[in-house]
């Protein structure tokens, strides 16, 4: 019953959604917001105790600003994805707009497929619905399953309309094996806590040690498969463009780590130009040791 009224909650967000004008949808967004943030203080602890940790220097009332564009940037998110699976094509191309993609092209051309390394930055959701919209090639995403399933079958038809390929985290080996003759381009969102520490990689991040999953060193190097940062800058609400960034060649040698030292340095410059574009209600250090 419970999964019932959720999905027909979304459903009724999503109908809502598609009326309203974006000057509407920006002020529900600001709605949302003040009622997070001041209202029911969601994960105010968690939000706080991130940035003070990450941004040793900065002042309180600088973290408090940081803290306060966090919550209308999540509210935004949150609109935002729900718009996007309404837009047409050129519609959402307008508003999400690539512009180095070319940079990923020899490598396919020469039958090499590719690993994309991303993180929750920006509006993520929307950038892994636009992507495949951009080049002519099999493109993959491995997300975290629901635990409503009406909702995940709904929610999965409608990122994948426009190309994507969603895959649950456990199906990712049998993927890479039933398209190892087709190049392909794998996304892989990099920046979320493991599940277990047992085989993390364990790095300085935002200084603080932080674990990090190993899954995307593990492909690169056992297939050699170039792997890639995307960036996305938020040049205003409902605008985002993508930059694209070689970490590594597929066959320059590499020592253990390094391809996590490579994407930690590229997240972190991306959180210090827009810090309040990252997600910091997650608990993302609540394993330390």
Known sequence: MINWIAYIGFRF??????????????????????????VVGYRKAIIQKNLKNSFPKKSPRESAEIATNYYRHLSDVF?????????????????????????????????????????????????????????????????????????????????????????????????????????SIYILVADQSPATTNQAIWKTFLNQRTPFINGAEKIALNRSYPVFYFAIEKKKRGRYTVQFSNLWDGVSPLKDGELSDLYIAALTQQINHQPSEWLWSHNRWKRTT
């Not at 508003?95 to 509006?123: A, V």
Request: hydrophobic residues 45%; positive net charge; contains cysteine.
């Open 79 to 183: 609109i935002e994805t729900l718009q996007s699976f309404s837009l047409s094509k050129a519609q959402l191309e307008a508003r999400f707009q690539y512009e180095n993609t070319e940079i990923l092209l020899p490598y396919l051309e020469k039958n090499q497929s590719i690993l994309l390394l991303g993180s929750h930055f920006g509006n993520w959701e929307m950038g892994c619905l636009s992507f495949p919209l951009q080049v002519h090639y099999p493109v993959y995403t491995v997300y975290k399953s629901l635990s409503n399933p009406k909702v995940e079958i709904y929610l999965r038809k409608l990122r994948s309309k426009w190309g994507m390929n969603m895959v649950p985290m456990n199906q990712l080996g049998r993927v890479l094996v039933a398209q190892k003759k087709t190049p």
């Open 13 to 38: 967000l999503l109908g809502l959604v598609r009326l309203l004008p974006d000057r509407l949808l920006f002020f529900l967004s600001d709605s949302i917001a003040f009622f997070l943030q001041k």
